[in-house]
C-alpha cells in the first residue's frame, strides 16, 4: 500500500479554478448559507417564530415561548484518486493534475446539489448522504407538472413559496435543472413579456426577476449521483427534472475542509497517486421555505 503524509493536504484558494468551478456548477455551494465545522458533526440550533406584543403603559411584558430545537450536520466526504503515470507525467504535472482537479470539481458540484436537493431515498451516510431538500418537504410544497410546464404552474411554485412564513425577497433564489432553460425561453406573461432573463458579463439569469442558478443535479434520483438519468413519469420518479424555488438562508451547507487535493507516491510503479477531496455536512432548516416543481407526466 502506498503511503500518502496526510498533513500534505492542499486546499484550494477561494478564488482558484476549481473553486470557480464547483461554485459555477453547484447551487448548493454558490448559495446555501456556509456554517464551519470544527468536528465532524455539530448542532446548529433552530427556533421557531416569535410574536410581538403592544405593552400598554404600566403593565408587564409576556414572556416568548418559541420553540427551540436543531439541526444536526454531519460531514460526509466526497473524494477521488486519479492514477497519473510517469509517461503522462511528463514535463506537465501541473496541466495534468489541474485537469483532473477541474473535471472532479465539475462531478462534485453535480453529485452535491443531487444529493442535497434531489435525492429521494433515505439518508444512510453512504450511497444518500442527506436527507434532502425533496425528500424532507411535504407534499403541499410540492406541485407537479403533469405535461409541460407553463406560466401558471410556475406562478402556482412561487405562490407555494410566497404563501409561507419564510419568504423573503431578500433571500429569494430559483434552482433548477438545466433542462428548464430552454423551457423558460418560450414563456412570456400576460403582456408578452419573456419572464427569463439569461445574465450578460457576470450577471445572474433571472426568473420573474428572482436570480436563477442551473444544476445537472437537480434530476431525481434514488441515491446521489453527478449524472442523473431516467425518463420523465409519474410524481417521484428517477428521471424527473425539478425547479425549487425559496429562501436560500434554510440551505444549510456545513464545510468542514476542501475542496483540497494530495499528491502521493505509489511505491510499486513509477506512478504518483492525486486525491481529491471535500467534506461537507448539509441540511433543509425549514422545509416549508421552499416550493418545488416536477415535471411528470401525470
Request: with cysteine; net charge negative; proline share 4%.
Amino acid at each position: 500500500m502506498a503511503h500518502v503524509n496526510a498533513d500534505a493536504w492542499i486546499p484550494e484558494e477561494y478564488d482558484s479554478e476549481v473553486v470557480t468551478r464547483v461554485n459555477q456548477n453547484s447551487a448548493v455551494e454558490a448559495l446555501a448559507k456556509r456554517k464551519v465545522m470544527g468536528s465532524n458533526t455539530i448542532e446548529v440550533p433552530r427556533m421557531g417564530a416569535v410574536s410581538v406584543d403592544v405593552v400598554a403603559k404600566g403593565t408587564d411584558y409576556t414572556d416568548a415561548e418559541p420553540t427551540l430545537d436543531v439541526v444536526t450536520l454531519t460531514t460526509r466526504k466526497f473524494g477521488k484518486t486519479f492514477t497519473i503515470t510517469e509517461e503522462d507525467l511528463g514535463d506537465t504535472l501541473a496541466d495534468v493534475v489541474t485537469g483532473y482537479q477541474n473535471e472532479w470539481a465539475v462531478s462534485y458540484a453535480r453529485k452535491l446539489d443531487n444529493a442535497a436537493l434531489a435525492c429521494t431515498g433515505t439518508e444512510n451516510g453512504g450511497t444518500v448522504p442527506f436527507t434532502s431538500l425533496y425528500k424532507a418537504a411535504g407534499s403541499g410544497q410540492k406541485v407537479k407538472t403533469a405535461g409541460a410546464v407553463t406560466y401558471a404552474l410556475l406562478s402556482q411554485v412561487f405562490g407555494v413559496y410566497e404563501s409561507g412564513d419564510y419568504a423573503n425577497d431578500a433571500d429569494t433564489v430559483v434552482i433548477a435543472h438545466q433542462s428548464f432553460k430552454s423551457v423558460f425561453r418560450g414563456i412570456l406573461d400576460n403582456n408578452n413579456r419573456p419572464i427569463f432573463v439569461e445574465g450578460l458579463a457576470g450577471t445572474p439569469s433571472t426568473l420573474f426577476d428572482i436570480p436563477v442558478q442551473f444544476s445537472y443535479g437537480l434530476k431525481l434520483s434514488a441515491t446521489a449521483t453527478d449524472s442523473p438519468t431516467g425518463t420523465v413519469g409519474a410524481q417521484g420518479t428517477a428521471g424527473n427534472p425539478i425547479l425549487v424555488v425559496g429562501n436560500r438562508q434554510h440551505l444549510l451547507l456545513g464545510v468542514r475542509s476542501g475542496p483540497e487535493s494530495l499528491v502521493g507516491e505509489e511505491f510499486r510503479s513509477d506512478e504518483k497517486i492525486l486525491k481529491v477531496r471535500a467534506r461537507r455536512g448539509f441540511a433543509v432548516t425549514r422545509p416549508e421555505a421552499f416550493g418545488i416543481l416536477e415535471v411528470t407526466t401525470s
